[in-house]
């Protein structure tokens, strides 16, 4: 065979294999284009919880309730007691004295004997009680003065404003301290018209 016959069998049987090529490359299969994004395959996020109005009250949270401190018959243990109130009943919302003295009463806090109710008073000081002591205080809604000597309420002839309400104990009998305040601010340290009345003591009637 001459060299030019050699020469074109070679180019014949490269040129088929580039053709076999081609073609095994365009069989093969297709892939995805470098600028194509995956499929999103994660999952759908959680429903956002709904508040639901028929829930039963203990399933939905709730501001705390303030507890009163003491409640119940008590007799008086000191002469503003006496005279102001005489036998005393603490119920949620009143206080009322076997004179006829009596008080409509909303729960406004429970603070500490340390706390003040003016900005030079304490209500340890005023009431006698320990600086840990719980205090509740009430904000006086209505007020009736005692039936035979209204000059003898506990703030005399002014309204009282609140009263705080401290329990302790003298062995194994109930004390009850009623600290009586006028003015209708709110009884605290920044207080500008609060004043003190006066401060009666009553037993439980197991110490009568």
């Given at each position: 065979m001459s060299c030019s016959n050699r020469g074109s069998l070679a180019l014949s049987i490269l040129a088929a294999s580039v053709l076999l090529l081609a073609a095994c490359s365009q069989g093969g299969p297709a892939s995805a284009p470098a600028d194509q994004p995956e499929a999103n395959t994660a999952p759908a996020p959680p429903a956002i919880p709904q508040h639901d109005p028929t829930a039963a009250p203990a399933e939905r949270a709730a501001p705390p309730t303030l507890r009163a401190v003491v409640l119940g018959e008590f007799a008086p243990a000191n002469a503003v007691a006496e005279s102001a109130t005489g036998a005393l009943t603490i119920t949620d919302g009143a206080i009322e004295g076997a004179n006829g003295a009596s008080f409509s009463t909303e729960r406004v806090a429970l603070v500490n004997?340390?706390?003040?109710?003016?900005?030079?008073?304490?209500f340890a000081d005023a009431m006698m009680i320990e600086p840990r002591q719980q205090v509740e205080l009430r904000h006086v809604i209505d007020e009736t003065p005692p039936t035979d000597a209204p000059d003898q309420a506990l703030c005399g002839t002014l309204k009282t404003g609140?009263?705080?309400?401290?329990?302790?104990?003298?062995?194994?009998?109930?004390?009850?301290?009623?600290?009586?305040?006028?003015?209708?601010?709110?009884?605290?340290?920044?207080?500008?018209?609060?004043?003190?009345?006066?401060?009666?003591?009553?037993?439980?009637?197991?110490g009568s």
């Open positions: 004997g340390d706390d003040r109710f003016t900005a030079d008073a304490r609140h009263l705080a309400i401290a329990r302790v104990m003298d062995g194994d009998v109930e004390v009850v301290k009623l600290l009586a305040l006028s003015g209708e601010g709110l009884p605290a340290g920044s207080a500008t018209d609060v004043g003190l009345c006066g401060m009666a003591e009553y037993r439980g009637k197991s």
